[in-house]
């Protein structure tokens, strides 16, 4: 059998697809059918020649083979570092590989590919940092995905994430009614404690777009609402679109480029419709790199920036805080040791380390902060990134994977995380339910509307 | 043959190493694609050459570069290594008199100590190089054949050259041994993997524009390699 049913090289495309790949629970059918998935090798060698430029034609052939970059693995580390875990390793046996063979690989072959690029490497591109020659061996892992998934090889809650995102446009299943909806229930429901609160929806020429992650709408639309409170006390002219709202991108993850670019350029044309002056992300580090990091590129903007300004709620919030338009209450500052989890996505991949730590200064009373060892750019991944989450088939590699973080955790003494990315507060809450060290987590909305100053006429008026 | 391998053969490897490997570098720029890389190097060249500079300069100073703070013994062989074999044959007085000969100039000679010195400490890095990747089971498993053939390659003139140096045995041979050696390791610059010579600093050039561009130049933060 050529092509399986569920394991196959077409993608996703429309809801019964995605039902019926979501009826198979667990993969089971999915796995099974991969064992006998044919490679197309004439396919992987042309897609190879096209795309492997000379940066990582050049990365593969100097590799010194110095093993430097072992220590700066987290992975490495947490496994024993056994040599299989070496980045330098992981690459050459499979990329490297590949690449020597012109695409003349077999199945098995195929499948420890997919078991190294999605349980070995969270794509955090730490490696390429203690590199001498820089290589990034997470670039390398990112571009071996797309690969593997032209040729079916990908797990299987990731070849339905993508899935979602070619039929929704969105991580899950949440239509445009369905978010439109949530945004004026949450708006209904808060009204009550903040007099005036609105989401409006498709607003042209506000100062601000506000675009979210699909998790929030499906599962905590509390977010949407925290979201709304922080911009309305801050007086802030803003607005969600109706199309375009989700700026995640699991198909990143999968190595689904295709997708890639339509989920980011129906996030453009809502910039482009609604003519923000800029667009603001949510806490999510994944979502921000797709969106605005990696994005432009699969839309094909040669300045490599989004058709308006567009930043990280972390750097919303700490210049709300700098300018005033929030004022915290310092009687009500954190005063208890809390540390913060620099996510690899906008930390390492855009340099937003110091802004973070400014908010903090406003939130939290001084001499509680503790930093994590290593942090800012050197800071290990969650644990969790790069999709490991989510992937069932790997659920025992990813906990142990979470055990650097917990380390790192345990060792600030802190027990209050923060952590204002939605991959890393998963992998934080999953490694407190596995491991029980008896720790809290945050994103920074709640934190810090329990501690805001709020004027007295933004407040329901005395009974 | 001495007349051959300091004549004709020479001009022919000068040829060949030194424009091979301008031919990678310029190989290494034209396949670069903005698009693929996802680094838009053209509108943003300034964060980008400052990105890179910044990342090149962190590596090639020991111990500054996170890296090198991390392992300082190997940084020190690494540096050792690395000094020994570009600083001693550029500086060498009978390589600098030959040099006069052809061309009428000359570079500042080493002092004979000194080049000695340089000469021995090169062979001891490359020899622990070699134990290391022996020693241990993270450098173990990537290594292969190639690996050492290049350290040999490496290293081969310089334990030529000494012999010579020395004189032990027969002068005249070793000393055509020293010469051929080196034209060995200069014909396989631009063709193995110590073509890192040259693509060392394009590939941390670039990367150094990914950081400088796309990846928190922009930003003002700089990357702390």
């Not at chain 2, 100039?105 to 134990?131: K, M, N």
């Amino acid at each position: 059998m050529p092509e399986g049913k569920f394991c196959n090289k077409t993608p996703i495309n429309t809801e019964e697809q995605l039902k019926a790949t979501l009826g198979d629970k667990g993969g089971k059918q999915y796995y099974e059918e991969m064992n006998q998935l044919d490679v197309d090798s004439d396919k992987l060698w042309a897609s190879i020649q096209k795309t492997m430029k000379s940066r990582t034609k050049t990365w593969l052939e100097i590799c010194a083979h110095c093993g430097l970059c072992a220590e700066s693995c987290f992975l490495y580390q947490v496994n024993g570092r056994v040599p299989e875990q070496v980045p330098s390793y992981k690459i050459q046996s499979t990329l490297g590989v590949m690449v020597k063979k012109k695409g003349k690989v077999d199945n098995a072959f195929m499948q420890m590919c997919m078991e190294t690029a999605w349980s070995k490497c969270t794509c955090c591109n730490r490696c390429g940092m203690y590199c001498p020659l820089g290589i990034d061996m997470g670039v390398m892992f990112s571009y071996l995905r797309g690969l593997l998934y032209s040729q079916g090889f990908v797990p299987w809650e990731l070849k339905i994430g993508s899935g979602m995102h070619r039929v929704y446009r969105a991580q899950m299943d949440v239509t445009t009614e369905d978010w439109v909806e949530t945004c004026e229930w949450m708006a209904e429901e808060n009204e009550e404690d903040w007099p005036g609160l609105e989401i409006p929806v498709d607003k042209v020429g506000a100062d601000i777009m506000y675009t979210c992650n699909a998790r929030e709408p499906k599962h905590y639309p509390e977010d949407i609402a925290e979201a709304a409170i922080l911009f309305h006390v801050a007086g802030e002219n803003w607005t969600v679109p109706s199309e375009g709202w989700e700026q995640t991108s699991l198909s990143m993850f999968a190595g689904d480029w295709e997708c890639c670019k339509d989920n980011v350029l129906n996030v453009y044309a809502a910039l482009e419709r609604l003519k923000p002056k800029r667009a603001i992300g949510t806490e999510c580090g994944h979502a921000h790199r797709a969106t605005v990091i990696e994005g432009p590129y699969w839309a094909g903007r040669p300045d490599g920036q989004p058709p308006v300004p567009y930043i990280h709620y972390v750097e919303w919030l700490a210049e709300a805080l700098r300018t005033g338009k929030l004022k915290i209450d310092p009687t009500k500052r954190i005063k208890e040791p809390v540390t913060l989890q620099d996510s690899c996505n906008y930390v390492r991949n855009q340099g937003l380390k110091d802004v973070t730590r400014e908010i903090l200064s406003y939130i939290v009373e001084p001499g509680y902060f503790v930093e994590m060892a290593p942090n800012k750019e050197h800071n290990y991944c969650c644990g969790g990134g790069g999709g490991f989450n989510g992937i069932g088939k790997y659920r025992e590699q990813r906990n142990v994977a979470l055990r650097k973080k917990m380390e790192q955790i345990l060792d600030t003494g802190c027990k209050l995380v923060i952590a204002p990315c939605h991959n890393c507060w998963d992998a934080i809450r999953d490694l407190e339910e596995e491991y029980k060290i008896g720790i809290r987590w945050s994103f920074l909305k709640p934190l810090v509307i329990g501690m805001l100053d709020v004027p007295k006429h933004l407040l329901p008026p005395e009974e | 043959m001495y007349d051959f391998l300091t004549g004709p053969m020479l001009w022919l490897t000068f040829a060949v190493s030194f424009g091979g490997l301008l031919v990678r570098a310029v190989m290494y720029v034209k396949g670069l694609s903005w698009q693929l890389d996802r680094v838009a190097y053209r509108p943003n060249m300034k964060y980008g050459i400052r990105g890179g500079i910044r990342s090149i300069v962190a590596f090639i100073i020991p111990f500054k570069a996170r890296l090198w703070q991390t392992r300082p013994g190997f940084t020190l062989i690494f540096f050792a290594f690395h000094i020994g074999l570009l600083v001693t044959p550029i500086f060498l007085a009978a390589h600098n008199v030959m040099l006069q000969n052809a061309f009428g100039f000359s570079l500042p000679a080493l002092p004979t100590g000194v080049a000695d010195g340089l000469a021995w400490i090169c062979l001891v890095g490359g020899l622990f190089l070699i134990l290391r990747r022996i020693a241990f089971p993270e450098v173990r498993i990537i290594t292969t054949f190639y690996d050492y053939l290049l350290l040999v390659i490496s290293v081969m003139p310089f334990i030529t050259g000494l012999i010579a140096r020395y004189e032990m045995g027969d002068y005249n041979f070793w000393l055509a041994a020293h010469i051929l050696s080196g034209e060995i390791w200069l014909l396989a610059l631009p063709f193995t993997k110590l073509s890192h010579v040259v693509l060392f600093f394009m590939s941390r050039m670039q990367l150094g524009m990914d950081y400088g561009i796309k990846r928190g130049g922009m930003k003002g933060t700089d990357m702390a390699w």
